[in-house]
């Protein structure tokens, strides 16, 4: 078996997990979420305290399955009770964040502020000028937010200009150096 997806998900207090046929839906105390398992081979059952997957062969489609569709419900039962965050960092001369309501306004060193809108369910949040804080209950909708984010402005290899992740290695490059 996977060992991924065997181990059982253990289902904190305040948190309730239903079954019904292909659906699995999550609620906790910060929200809701919803997921449908698309293979008709993999099974989830939940219990009083624990949720387990099951599969009904060993193949290797199945297998893989078997420990996506696992983690996929592990991390919407940790979210509903402690929401994901991705810090992203703007680096460069001029470069600046704003947020004001759910829409992220950045100035990046193009002749036009860049403006994006939150999506539903997810929370910008600027603590500073230079770093952008997306945080919500789906770590897959985090993920994709902070990765759109980032790409409006990719880091330059000379200067480290634009945006990265908080945790992310930059590794600079050397410029051209004088000939002989």
Known sequence: MSRIGRMPITVPAGVKVEVAGSVVKVSGPKGSLEREIASNKIQVKAEAA???????????????????YRQLIANMVQGVVTPFSRTLVIQGVGYKAAVAGSKLTMNLG???P?????????????????????????????????????????????????IHYSDEVLVKKEGKTAGK
């Open 50 to 68: 624990e949720v387990s997957v099951l599969r009904a062969d060993d193949k290797k489609e199945t297998k893989a399955m078997h420990g996506l």
């Open 110 to 112: 193009f002749s036009h």
């Open 114 to 162: 860049v403006e994006f809108v939150a999506p539903e369910g997810i929370t910008i949040t600027c603590p500073d000028i230079t770093t952008v804080v997306v945080s919500g209950i789906s770590k897959e909708l985090v993920g994709q937010t902070a990765a759109t984010i980032r790409s409006k402005r990719p880091v330059e290899p000379y200067h480290n200009y634009g």
